[in-house]
């Protein structure tokens, strides 16, 4: 055991290494998934038949093929066809191709759900269709919205983990060189289940946050700072209960 911590300490230089890289990877790839599902989101939903048609053939083919056969194509045989990506870049692309059709879906589902007495009010104010999205639509859908993307978001940060295949020294290829050093696949791999699951949970805590902003602003929920006060939260401040 002494020799297994032994080695974790002289491995953690190359785990936060590994790290930085996992979390570049997650920024880059979330950045990227959150603009395509909001483009390709709001693209199924308009009057045009072609314009929906490609944007669903999009959805439906990244939703459809395989995270690792994505990043197998962009890194490995693009560069046969005269295109080399660096390997980060390349991981960044599959992830946010990827996980953007599957939010696409969340958008589209969001949009569509909030009501249509919503949308027929903007229009009598005389709203522009501008405004009837940025002012009345987005914002209900965007508190809809969240608890899917963020779910997606965890998924995304652990398909980080496919990296490794492309020759990135992100947090999975630093466990694996640690159970190469220490021999002790238990030990090495429970480093990383830890490791994970701490990065998991602090992605969840800003989720959380986040739907609490976004249905705060509707007067559907406590303000930001009530929530981190830790306090118990009476009926009226949750919204919702007695008044």
């Known amino acids: 055991m002494n020799n297994d911590l032994d080695a974790l300490v002289d491995a953690l230089p190359a785990l936060w290494r590994g790290i930085v890289v996992t979390l570049e990877l997650t920024a880059g790839g979330a950045l990227l998934a959150f603009v395509l599902a909001l483009l390709l989101g709001n693209l199924v939903r308009v009057p045009s038949m072609p314009v929906r048609f490609i944007a669903r053939v999009l959805i439906e083919f990244f939703r459809g093929t395989s995270l690792v056969v994505q990043l197998f194509w962009l890194f490995y045989v693009l560069p046969l066809l005269g295109y080399q990506l660096d390997p980060v870049f390349c991981g960044i692309l599959a992830l946010g191709l990827n996980y953007g059709a599957y939010g696409a879906e969340v958008v589209r589902g969001a949009l569509t759900a909030v009501p ?8 009598a104010l005389n709203f522009s269709a501008r405004q009837r999205l940025t002012r009345v639509v987005f914002p209900q859908a965007w508190a809809m919205m969240i608890p899917s993307l963020g779910n997606l978001l965890i998924h995304l940060l652990k398909g980080t983990a496919f990296a490794s295949f492309i020759t990135l020294q992100d947090l999975t290829a630093g466990i694996v060189d640690l159970q190469k050093t220490t021999g002790d696949t238990l030990f090495s791999f429970g480093v990383g289940l ?4 701490i990065l998991a949970y602090l992605v969840t805590l800003l989720i ?17 700072r009530e929530i981190l006060s830790f306090r118990p939260q009476s009926q009226d401040l949750a919204g919702g209960g007695l008044r």
């Open 194 to 197: 830890v490791i994970y699951l």
């Open 116 to 123: 249509a007495a919503q949308v027929e009010a903007a229009v």
């Open 208 to 224: 959380n946050l986040a739907e609490a902003r976004a249905k705060n602003r509707l007067g559907r929920g406590p303000t930001l």
